[in-house]
């Protein structure tokens, strides 16, 4: 299981801490398309500044807590390639990157708080705790004119195109994932997708992570999430509705 984690870890850059509106058939959210053109040409794409305001902070969630993504996620989209072009959206908005045409883009990680001090008091049990981890990557990108519109569609279209799977590589590590699934996807914004992957643990097992992609405006929020305790077992960790609404609240 360690090793199984390690791996995924290392492929997605993530780091172990401790601390509907009608529903397409594809997952995706309808969106009332009325007004949307001239209001997408008018768009003008947030700064990365600008949407650093924009993120969950520390404090603004109850029950979890909120740190910078800088040191636990990709820099740049140059650092997650799949060996499928059309895959490379999914394979961004599970690294917090942005899934279309942006370079205004920003992530912090959002963990659930762990269970009390008082509940371990053991060497085991605080190790068994280190795994106990759900973590979601939050991942804010930023575009002008129509481009959120697109980076949505993108998404939407890479999960029909790789549902046989595909191979991401990151920092020297390749992670095979088996397969894409539709999911049903949120009732926030104006526009979401969402996905699961099937990926293999490196004969460890099956790993089932789940993925959301919301357009607010001319903004993309996607929501990527861990839980180290399930991993290896096939079961996929939700992404937290508290978390999906929290942010969906600071981006109105």
Partial sequence: MRTAATVTVSVLSL???TGCSSEEPDGSKASDSKGSSSSAQAAKALSAAELEKLLLAEGEIKGYKVAAGDDTLPKSKSDVKTDKAECGPLAWAMAGL????????????????????????????????????????????????DGAEKALKAVSD????????????????????????SEQASAGGDESVAFSVGSDMDGEGTATFKTQVVRQGNTIATYYTVDFATMGTGKAAEVPSAVTTAQAAKLK
């Fill in 15 to 17: 780091a172990l801490v």
């Fill in 158 to 181: 890479g999960v029909a195109a790789c549902a046989g799977g595909f191979t991401i590589t990151a920092q020297g590590e390749t992670q095979k994932i088996t397969k894409v699934s």
């Fill in 98 to 145: 942005a899934p279309g045409d942006s370079d205004a883009g920003v992530s912090n990680t959002v963990t659930a708080d762990p269970a009390s001090d008082a509940a371990s008091k053991s060497t085991e049990a605080d190790l068994e705790n280190a795994f106990s981890v759900n973590m979601t990557f939050v991942g804010l990108s930023s575009y002008a004119g």
